[in-house]
């Protein structure tokens, strides 16, 4: 790899759809380099970055009550993670990735589901890490969402995470005003995405990367500046 490339793992089962949406937004819109993981993977050498994509293992039945997060490759995640090298979960990614202990909290069903994209706004709590690097503390970011699934977690843990950080996007208004009633499918706190105490593992509730491209790209930016400046020395990994 030389010190202007990123080399991103995206994790799929075949005949899943999410995992194109992130191999496409990598390859072509981006130009990075991007490899598909199997879920039976035992091997992540030479990748800057796991992705979980929504939809990486499950059918809908299966989404909630799954062992997936024992699969081979979650085994290799866990030490990618532990190495301080980034891993980026998506819905199910996500779900997957509190379920292994590397995210805490839980994702949970909605009460009332709605498979239809609708629009929501995400505030920026920290934009110190790999992955929010691009953006500025307080701003307002429209994405696409499914109302299918809340993050959920216990008030002593809450207290933990605010005290180190970890929430790193809250649903709000379009005006950036922090109401329960803007969070889709009532998450707690309005918590829309978290990451670890070492801030090199990330976790957003379902988001679209096909509906307003231009909003998508963030993440994915941040992640190339963060490599990128690693690689020339700037930046030691956590």
Avoid: W
Avoid at 134 to 145: A, D, E, F, M, V
Avoid at 181 to 199: D, F, L, Q, R
């Amino acid at each position: 790899m030389n010190g202007l490339e990123t080399r991103f793992g995206v994790v799929f089962l075949p005949d899943k759809r999410r995992e194109q949406e992130h191999y496409k937004m990598l390859s072509t819109v981006l130009g990075q380099k991007v490899e598909y993981i199997r879920y039976d993977e035992t091997d992540l050498t030479g990748l800057d970055c796991v992705i979980l994509p929504d939809d990486c293992f499950l059918d809908d039945h299966d989404r909630f009550n799954s062992n997936a997060y024992l699969f081979p490759v979650m085994n290799q995640v866990k030490v990618f993670a532990e190495s301080g090298r980034l891993v980026y979960g998506v819905g199910d990614g996500f779900r997957l990735l509190c379920q292994a202990a590397l995210l805490p909290g839980n994702i949970l069903p909605a009460s009332s589901r709605s498979d239809g994209y609708r629009s929501a706004f995400l505030r920026t709590e920290n934009n110190l890490l790999p992955f929010t690097r691009t953006l500025s503390h307080g701003c307002t970011i429209q994405i696409q969402t499914q109302h299918r699934e809340h993050y959920n977690a216990d008030a002593e843990t809450i207290k933990d995470m605010e005290a180190h950080n970890q929430v790193v996007f809250r649903y709000c208004t379009a005006s950036g005003i922090i109401t329960q009633e803007s969070s889709p499918a009532n998450s707690v706190c309005t918590i829309a995405a978290v990451a670890n105490k070492a801030g090199n593992v990330f976790g957003i509730l379902n988001y679209s990367l096909i509906d307003h491209c231009k909003h998508n790209h963030f993440i994915f930016k941040s992640i190339i500046a963060e490599v990128t400046q690693r690689a020339m020395g700037c930046i030691k990994s956590m």
